[in-house]
């Protein structure tokens, strides 16, 4: 059965950075596309970040687009999420997700079947 656990978040000062993980269990990357939502407080959850490696391609929502980085070690089964620039919007509670969808790449929480129960990223300005 897969799981994902994250791990990494915390405070920080706008401009500041963070690194999230997300250990991942018993499935091969491959056969994934791999993912980073948030839900800010009082919102709706939105996608931040998803790969998918072997083709490698990465989506970024245009929010985060420039400032966050996600990547993967297939060796270690680990999802992480640089993020840099911090911003107070940036708040909210992280998380990462799978999906068997890899083609075309999607937003859509539904189609994502295997969850983390977050971390929380809370910006300050």
């Known amino acids: 059965q897969l799981v994902l656990v994250e791990s990494g978040g915390g405070s920080a000062q706008a401009g500041g950075s963070l690194r999230l993980s997300c250990a991942a269990s018993?499935?091969?990357?491959?056969?994934?596309?791999i993912a980073w939502f948030r839900r800010a407080p009082g919102k709706e959850r939105e996608g931040v970040a998803s790969?998918?490696?072997?083709?490698?391609?990465?989506d970024y929502a245009d929010s985060v687009n420039g400032r966050f980085t996600i990547s993967q070690d297939d060796a270690a089964k680990t999802l992480s999420l640089q993020m840099n620039n911090l911003q107070p919007e940036d708040t909210g509670i992280y998380y990462c997700?799978?999906?068997?969808?890899?083609?075309?790449?999607?937003?859509?929480?539904?189609?994502?079947?295997?969850w983390g129960q977050g971390t929380q990223v809370t910006v300050s300005s």
């Open positions: 997700a799978a999906s068997t969808q890899i083609y075309p790449s999607s937003w859509d929480p539904t189609l994502y079947n295997y």
């Open positions: 790969i998918y490696t072997g083709p490698h391609t990465i």
């Open positions: 018993d499935y091969t990357f491959n056969k994934y596309r």
